[in-house]
């Protein structure tokens, strides 16, 4: 007889989702309407909501918004693979609030295009809806997608060092962001 072996879950992504678990869309709509910035390097609105020192490493949860037919440009933050014994470095966890989309995720693959850009191996696109919770691991590439025809409402934690808006994040190297499918979810 097999047993399928217990994989135990990662503590600090257990402490980042429980960190967004109770926030509502409203939660998140009324942050954007009061603190919202164009983040104009992805493509997204993100406000601030709470922030924590945890380790001696500050915790930012963050509101956001994706517009309709808008994917995110992507990117990686390399945090955690730099500093391996701070792992809440560099790890992100989302949590959808309301609308529809496709979360891609990949790792870097060594190369980049003309531009500088990352170039990634991208897994399948996985579809998120209201309370679906995304880990991003430090180091893989990420892009969500809006393919709805409402705003696509979300909270995450992390790092402030890759979610403030500004043009070039310390943390965050931007990817080729990969291409929209063909049919809508």
């Known amino acids: ?44 609105q993100v406000a601030p909501i709470e922030e924590e020192v945890v380790d001696g490493i500050t915790i930012r949860d963050s509101a956001a918004r994706v517009a309709p037919d808008v994917q995110v440009g992507a990117h990686v933050h390399f945090g955690g693979d730099v500093d391996k014994e701070r792992p809440l470095r560099g790890l992100e966890v989302y949590k959808i609030l309301g609308g529809e989309g496709l979360m891609f995720l990949g790792y870097p693959n060594g190369k980049q295009d003309p531009e500088g850009r990352l ?3 991208w897994d399948e696109p996985i579809p998120v809806s209201t309370g679906s919770f995304i880990p991003v691991r430090p180091g893989q590439a990420h892009s969500l997608y809006n393919p ?13 060092d890759h979610i403030v808006p500004k043009e070039s994040p310390p943390d965050r190297k931007m990817a080729v962001t990969p291409a929209k499918p063909s049919r809508q979810i």
Request: glycine fraction near 6%; aromatic fraction near 6%; avoid cysteine.
């Open 1 to 44: 007889m097999t047993t399928e072996a217990s994989v135990a879950p990662d503590p600090v992504e257990e402490l980042l989702k429980a960190r967004i678990a109770a926030y509502t869309e409203a939660d998140a709509v009324a942050a954007l309407e009061n603190a919202g910035e164009f983040d104009r390097a992805v493509g997204i």
């Open 119 to 121: 170039l990634i191996d």
């Open 148 to 160: 709805g025809k409402r705003d696509l409402v979300f909270v995450f934690s992390g790092s402030p």
